[in-house]
């Protein structure tokens, strides 16, 4: 195994609630080397850094919201997978992102561990296939 392939997969976890970063760390530090970000602006930042396979974005956060960070993701990091977690889910936004491929998928809060783990997963192994098709370059 390459030395890449054995490293964690790593994850991008928006929310603007401490609590529910701090969840997700402690739940999924086996399985994922997770950064937290407190705002899409924390976010890009974050992404202008380093890599990520995933990014898990809150949609209801102060200041640019998870569809205009997705937007971002999408245009400048398109290997990128894209995981919306709203608590919102009668939002119609919510299904015009999921449709248009804004976000891959859409997560509704409180999640389940093993169903998140799945998308999760799921988006990893697609934006892997993603960056192999581009020749391994993300477009950062």
Request: aromatic residues 4%; proline residues 6%.
């Amino acid at each position: 195994m390459t030395p890449a392939a054995a490293a964690k997969p790593r994850i991008l976890v928006v929310d603007d609630d401490h609590a529910n970063l701090r969840t997700f760390r402690i739940v999924f530090r086996a399985e994922y080397d997770a950064e937290l970000a407190l705002s899409g602006d924390e976010a890009l930042a974050a992404l202008a850094a380093g890599p990520f396979d995933v990014a898990l974005v809150d949609y209801a956060m102060p200041g640019m919201n998870g569809l205009q960070l997705l937007a971002h993701l999408q245009r400048d990091h398109p290997t990128v997978g894209r995981i919306l977690v709203t608590g919102y889910p009668d939002l119609p936004e919510l299904a015009a992102a999921a449709r248009s491929g804004l976000a891959s998928a859409v997560v509704m809060k409180p999640w389940d561990r093993e169903a998140l783990e799945r998308i999760i997963d799921e988006q990893i192994r697609a934006a892997r296939d993603r960056r192999l098709e581009r020749g391994g370059i993300d477009a950062a």
